[in-house]
């Protein structure tokens, strides 16, 4: 356990609303990622965090935008939900100097 | 690039068996290799790793893999399957990109056990 904590852990909302997404850590990792998860394509990476107002794009970064003010928090906003975005969304951080990841439970994001 | 391919998307397996999860890479220098397992409805977990050295790692749960170089594979075994290992099992790899180490999952590998 990597004291890794996501909230909301279900959320329902509707096309073209914004929609914040909350990581937390409790161990000062330096290294934190958002992914998400769709049946047939493992884990994709968002965006990730290298440090305090320190963030880079990942591999499916359109659309979504992060933020991080503080080391334990790593927040994933879509700035206007759409239904594509339907997924489950991972939050990892990285411990040790190779790329060990440990994941979040997880937030199961629904668009209508 | 780098990639990782699991072949079967779907395994089932009587409880008791031997279980083998396959998982074929492709990158140009020596990888970074891992099995994550992923319970319904949980985040994933790391089972085992291996950076370098014996090419035969053990993991949690009973689970080990072997790293064959020839073969781009790093399969995934247990020697008994039990019930409770019903789940999905993710290989990965990790590459080096400037100062950031870049992870690239396969697609899964769904593990059903039966009695």
């Known amino acids: 356990d990597a004291g890794i904590t996501q909230s909301p852990r279900h959320k329902v909302t509707e096309t073209g609303t914004p929609v914040t997404l909350r990581c937390h850590q409790t161990?000062?990792?330096?290294?934190m990622y958002w992914y998400r998860q769709d049946p047939g394509h493992g884990l994709r990476l968002i965006h990730y965090?290298?440090?305090?107002?320190?963030?880079d794009k990942g591999e499916v970064s359109d659309g979504y935008s992060v933020s991080r003010s503080k080391t334990e928090d790593f927040l994933l906003t879509l700035e206007s939900a759409t239904s594509s975005q339907t997924s489950v969304y991972f939050c990892?951080?990285?411990?040790?100097?190779?790329?060990?990841?440990?994941f979040g439970p997880g937030t199961r994001l629904l668009v209508l | 690039a780098q990639s990782v391919t699991q072949p079967d998307i779907h395994i089932t397996v009587s409880e008791g068996a031997s279980l083998e999860l396959r998982c074929n890479y492709s990158y140009g220098a020596t990888p970074y290799l891992f099995w994550y397992v992923q319970s319904p409805g949980q985040g994933l977990q790391l089972l085992l790793k291996?950076?370098?050295?014996?090419?035969l790692v053990q993991g949690i749960k009973g689970f080990e893999a072997e790293f064959k170089r020839s073969q781009s594979s790093f399969n995934l075994r247990k020697p008994s399957v039990h019930w409770s290992d019903a789940a999905e099992y993710f290989c990965a790899v990790v590459r080096n990109s400037g100062g950031y180490q870049k992870v690239t999952f396969g697609t899964g590998t769904k593990l059903q056990v039966i009695p």
């Open positions: 965090s290298y440090g305090v107002k320190d963030t």
């Open positions: 161990e000062n990792h330096r290294y």
């Open positions: 291996y950076f370098s050295g014996d090419t």
């Open positions: 990892a951080i990285r411990n040790g100097t190779v790329e060990t990841q440990y």
